[in-house]
């Protein structure tokens, strides 16, 4: 703030920046000024208005524009204020995370309609753990395994679980795909697997192609990769009647069913969708 220039209110300054965002062609503008000034400030959003008129400190004022400069270079909103909502709860992301998408809550949802009263469920790349942690909050008496070949969101999961209270029922691994459980079965398997064609990453928003683990996102040339090897194996590591749930991208449908119903042991298969209508979820039971 220039030497003799009136301090500015929470309302301007908010102006100001959804003006800027929208020249840089930042999604949602005015919300994103608002989410991070509430993030600087340590309020809600409705404290933002409820306080229009209360002058920010020049401190105040810099900490937020650094994080208006970080955020129109295209950096994620989440990865600035460290955290993500997810099944209406927060949970702690940064860099090597991917970010927990709305769309996914379809994949906890298809896993709540099919699991009992108790169980054991593997997670394939739990990431910031936001689908185990979900999963066994609305099922107290469902234990998991999560597995990832990184540090980084293993270590995020495990943040996450110890936030929520689920930590002594979530076993995280390091590894790919089954190795870390090879003699081991389960009533559920999910993942959200890394689905875009590689050939798609860098033609994605900045925030994504830039800014998010490459590894959670590139599924090979196809982008399915990593749904056929986890679908091919699955029926060694279910249980009898135990089901595979995997989340896929737009306009795969018809190739994850014909990959699952291949695969020799697994029937029953069926595409979810989301709540947009458009199909999300891949399941099938290891008869």
């Known amino acids: 703030m220039a030497e003799g220039q009136a301090p500015l209110t929470p309302v301007e300054l908010i102006r100001l920046t959804a003006e800027y965002f929208a020249k840089k062609g930042i999604d949602s503008p005015r919300l994103t000024a608002e989410v991070l000034l509430a993030s600087v400030l340590s309020v809600t959003r409705l404290d933002l208005y409820l306080q229009y008129d209360k002058p920010l400190s020049s401190a105040e004022v810099d900490s937020f524009r650094a994080l208006v400069r970080r955020r129109a270079a295209g950096e994620p909103t989440a990865y600035l204020l460290g955290k993500r909502e997810f099944w209406s709860l927060d949970f702690a992301v940064g860099p090597g995370v991917l970010i927990p998408r709305p769309d996914t809550e379809t994949l906890v949802e298809s896993?709540?309609?099919?699991?009992?009263?108790?169980?054991?469920?593997?997670?394939?790349?739990?990431?910031?753990?936001?689908?185990?942690?979900?999963?066994?909050?609305?099922?107290?008496?469902?234990?998991?395994?999560?597995?990832?070949?990184?540090?980084?969101?293993?270590?995020?999961?495990?943040?996450?679980?110890?936030?929520?209270?689920?930590?002594?029922?979530?076993?995280?691994?390091?590894?790919?795909?089954?190795?870390?459980?090879?003699?081991?079965?389960?009533?559920?398997?999910?993942?959200?697997?890394?689905?875009?064609?590689?050939?798609?990453?860098?033609?994605?928003?900045?925030?994504?192609?830039?800014?998010e683990p490459r590894k959670a996102l590139d599924g090979g040339v196809d982008g399915l990769d990593l749904i056929r090897e986890i679908a091919n194996k699955a029926p060694t590591r279910l249980k009898s009647k135990g089901a595979l749930l995997l989340e896929f991208g737009t306009g795969q449908e018809e190739a994850v069913a014909g990959i699952l119903e291949s695969v020799p042991g697994l029937s029953g298969m069926r595409i979810i969708s989301d709540y947009a209508k458009k199909p999300r979820v891949a399941a099938a039971i290891k008869i």
């Not at 790349?125 to 969101?153: F, H, M, N, Q, Y």
């Not at 691994?173 to 798609?200: A, H, K, W």
């Open 111 to 211: 896993c709540l309609s099919i699991m009992g009263g108790e169980g054991r469920f593997l997670e394939i790349g739990v990431g910031s753990g936001a689908v185990s942690v979900a999963l066994l909050k609305e099922r107290p008496r469902w234990t998991a395994v999560g597995i990832d070949t990184e540090t980084a969101p293993l270590d995020c999961a495990r943040k996450n679980a110890e936030t929520h209270g689920v930590a002594d029922r979530l076993d995280l691994r390091r590894g790919s795909l089954f190795s870390p459980v090879e003699n081991e079965t389960f009533d559920l398997i999910v993942s959200n697997p890394p689905y875009i064609p590689s050939g798609d990453i860098d033609s994605l928003a900045a925030e994504v192609s830039r800014f």
